[in-house]
């Protein structure tokens, strides 16, 4: 396919060097509508009023307003993340361990594992609504055993509803990690067991040598998509606990829907939008880009 | 692994034994703990009242669809039917738009290819529900505030990513070589598409479509924030729930959970690969 030079292209090969570019171009386009073009917006619905001033008026609303929960929504959405996403990892690293074994029924027992991934949060937190309610099944199990003498009250009560929001992310979202780390899992060859069966590695050096530093790479992506999706905890709270705990998204809908304030619900979103891209970049930074590229 | 060896002394045997015993007892361990709400869900959301407050009927025997119709007529049944046509248009935009990039990504090198690819993986970790609260105000002045469409547009955004990504990775899988013999056999680029590449992807895409439902079906915050009365299934819920009875919100959970046991069992096998692909 050598061209000299003042030879003629022909047209369908000139033509085909756009063609990728006219195949991206209405993705470019939707995303700069309906992405790019809203967050300006947010910008300018946060920081400026209806007459187009610049204004302090929803910072002031969010950080000195005797209503507002912003200090408390931070905190409880990175304590949220701070002590969901270990529990998620070390469960879902150990699950695929799980899977990687050979057992009868592992089919019907890895889609029962991935059920919660189809379900929407909100479902999640009325699902463990129903099993940690006074009346609840937990409680009545636990009563008819003998474990406990009094139902536990989950609800009404902030350090429980914490810890059933907890109890809820982790049952709803270790799917996510787990799909991630066992897709990571099933790529590593089977020539590598066997070369360490063969030097007579034990089953601590295999996962010590071989699965984890392999599997890195998933472990990573894993942690970063987690992370930035507890940013967005909602469903989950917004039904177990309301506004007894505050989250950034549950503040924001608040403004939007109750206060009907959009400047502060815009502000909100702004602040989840920052943190998610900011903790991305130090992520990415840290572990370098490399597997975001790989296999893609 | 180890039960492909074959076991020769006394030792091996127990060792053997004791490893498939522990194994068995976790996966039992797993699969409960993730099988159990559901089925307690479903069972508690159509038992009895008076079976419920009865601290020693842990499962309850007797059942009532009482409340499951109460809700449904509340407007339950109208939000699953605008949840499904919301999914079914964001599938239709999202495919519409991400295929031809998918295709442009799997087919073709150019320069900026890797950096636009990169970008639109950064893009499936964007959180979405920020495009939420200004969308609503472009959506008043198109008229598009309140209406299916408009929450289908915002779903589209968040679905395209992962439809360029899954829809890439499966046209890649399909062989080019079938495509250029049918060109050289004298059909179009497009027409090798249409004819010859989309038949064989198509299985796939069908999965994929699966999962573009499933992303839309369960969106809340942006379909909670673009609706106020026509709202989709997880919107209502949400609203409903604050001040309603605890049995309604039990079948709000039992309406929400039916698809998606239905979802998996359907397409359970290439959900997983769908999620490995996405999430990778």
Not at chain 2, 2 to 15: P, V
Not at chain 2, 88 to 111: D, E
Not at chain 2, 215 to 221: C, G
């Amino acid at each position: 396919m050598t061209r000299k030079s003042g030879e003629s292209i022909p047209l369908s090969i000139k033509i085909s060097n756009y063609v990728p570019y006219l195949l991206l171009l209405p993705t470019l386009a939707y995303m700069l509508f309906f992405i790019g073009y809203p967050l300006v917006e947010g910008v300018a619905l946060a920081f400026f009023d209806e007459q187009g001033h610049f204004t302090w008026a929803n910072v002031n609303y969010l950080l000195y307003d005797p209503g507002s929960l912003f200090w408390d929504a931070l905190k409880y959405t990175i304590l949220l993340a701070a002590v969901i996403i270990p529990i998620q990892v070390s469960v879902a690293f150990g699950l695929a361990l799980l899977f990687n074994a050979k057992f009868p029924g592992k089919n019907l027992a890895l889609y029962t594992v991935i059920l919660p991934l189809t379900i929407s949060d909100v479902a999640a937190g009325l699902i463990w609504y129903v099993m940690l309610g006074q009346y609840g099944f937990f409680n009545k199990l636990l009563m008819d055993l003998g474990v406990i003498s009094h139902p536990i009250i989950f609800f009404g009560i902030k350090n429980m509803e914490f810890l059933a929001i907890v109890m809820t992310e982790v049952w709803r979202a270790t799917a996510i990690v787990f799909v991630i780390i066992f897709a990571g899992l099933q790529m590593i060859s089977h020539e590598y067991y066997e070369a360490a069966e063969v030097f007579g590695a034990t089953t601590w050096q295999r996962f010590r040598y071989i699965i984890f530093p392999l599997l890195l790479p998933s472990l990573q992506a894993a942690l970063i998509i987690r992370t930035l999706f507890a940013f967005q905890i909602f469903g989950v709270v917004w039904t177990l606990a309301g506004r007894d705990i505050p989250v950034l998204a549950g503040e924001a809908y608040y403004a939007q829907t109750t206060l009907l304030r959009p400047g502060v619900a815009a502000l909100y979103a702004l602040i989840i939008a920052a943190l998610s891209v900011s903790v991305g970049a130090i992520y990415i930074k840290f572990f370098k880009a490399k597997y975001l590229e790989a296999g893609m | 692994m180890s039960n492909e060896k074959i076991l020769t002394s006394r030792g091996d045997i127990i060792r053997y034994y004791t490893y498939r015993i522990i194994l068995a007892g976790l996966v039992i361990i797993a699969v409960v703990w993730i099988a159990l709400p559901f089925i307690m869900t479903i069972l508690y959301a159509l038992a009895d009242p008076a079976q419920y407050y009865d601290p020693h009927v842990i499962i309850p025997t007797s059942y009532t669809l009482k409340h499951v119709n109460q809700l449904l007529i509340l407007g339950a049944y109208q939000a699953t039917i605008n949840s499904v046509i919301v999914a079914l248009i964001t599938i239709g935009f999202s495919f519409l738009i991400g295929l031809p990039a998918g295709y442009a990504f799997a087919r073709y090198r150019f320069r900026g290819k890797d950096s636009l690819k990169l970008f639109i993986v950064a893009l499936r970790m964007f959180p979405m529900m920020v495009i939420a609260v200004p969308l609503l105000v472009l959506y008043f002045k198109l008229g598009l505030a309140d209406t299916l469409v408009g929450i289908g547009l915002a779903h589209t955004s968040m679905a395209l990513p992962f439809v360029i990504l899954i829809t890439s990775s499966i046209i890649a899988g399909v062989r080019v070589d079938y495509e250029e013999a049918a060109m050289v056999f004298g059909l179009s680029r497009i027409g090798a598409f249409f004819r010859v590449t989309l038949p064989l992807a198509l299985p796939g895409l069908t999965a994929a479509a699966i999962f573009t439902f499933i992303m839309s079906w369960n969106e809340v915050f942006i379909a909670a924030v673009l609706s106020f009365q026509n709202r989709t299934l997880p919107a209502f819920i949400l609203n409903l729930i604050a001040g309603s009875t605890d049995f309604i919100k039990f079948a709000g959970a039992f309406i929400m959970v039916i698809p998606a046991l239905i979802f998996v069992f359907i397409a359970g096998k290439y959900l997983v690969r769908m999620w490995g692909i996405t999430l990778k």
